[in-house]
């Protein structure tokens, strides 16, 4: 297996983890010219496929909550792997002609969490600092449209009969305008109760297993963490720039709208006491209001979680024939 990585953005984080986990690896995108292979997997849409000869899958780096940009990519990728029904179905109802490249498997990013061992998991807690009475929560923001300067500078310490994992966005560390978000998060990782992550830790599904409750803004993130089942407090307010304040539209250019009919499942709070409130409320009830609209909406999505999707992958590239 080799990796071809993208060398136009986070090359050196990418190089670090390439070099410690001991990938074969090159940058750019001419090499997948450059190297015979047999197939090749994409994450992004890459329209030159069509002048590879290797056989090309397409396996969407998120769960589908902005699929409909990616649905393009059916017309000039051989195979297409489809996380649940609900895309498999769409897909199906605008490609009619092209059903014999949709292969439904489930979501492959699930499998380490259905398969970790518990000395794995406990390992991983002691790693982090986590107190294996308390309950975890994971706040994982993304960079921007962020809530992480609207957050209450002590809010780890209104959260202290918790375990508290912060996991920021890789660049709330690489640019520099948002050296305020970085100074916050130094601050959040002075509370015993608190871990903050660095930008080496780009694994989020380890964390998933080990957390309770997310608090998330407009990461994608959220919607993965509630197809597990588990509660997410969606924070709907954000540090924006001055040019957002003047022109709001901006904001809702760049929010994507695709995910709105799905924020059913998330607690959406509006403030930081309302984070505050829900995150409490949903710790305390088991199951929370919530648990039934998730369990759905993870069938339809996400389709089955079994922690043999990546199995089911390697089966279907076995008996491809084109």
Known sequence: MHFVLNDQENRSLMQKIAEDEKLDHSF??????????????????????????????????G??????????????????????????????????????????????????????????????????????????ILYAPTFFPSSIEKMDADFPRHFHNYNILIKAHYLTYERKQYKNQRKQLTHWNSFENCTVLDVDTYDLVPLFALSDLMISDESSAMFEFAALNK???????????????????????RIDKGKEKYREILYNANNYNETLRLAKEALRQTPDRLAAKRVAFSKDICGTIDGKVSARIVDLLEGYHG
């Open 63 to 136: 769960i589908g909550t902005k699929s409909t940009a990616f649905y393009p990519v059916l017309e000039y990728i051989d195979i297409y792997l489809v996380e649940g029904s609900y895309k498999y179905e769409r897909l199906a109802s605008l490609y009619p002609h092209l059903t014999h490249k949709l292969h439904k498997v489930g979501f492959s990013k699930f499998d380490p969490i259905a398969n970790m061992p518990p000395d794995l998991k406990s390992s991983l807690s002691k790693a982090y600092n986590l107190d294996p009475t308390k309950k975890t």
């Open 28 to 61: 750019g995108e001419e090499q997948l010219f450059k190297i015979q292979s047999d197939f090749i997997f994409f994450a992004n849409p890459f329209e030159r496929t069509k002048e590879l000869h290797a056989t090309t899958i397409f396996l969407e780096h």
């Open 231 to 253: 509660p997410v407090v969606s924070n709907r307010y954000f540090k924006l720039r001055l040019s957002y304040y003047l022109r709001p539209s901006k904001l809702y250019k």
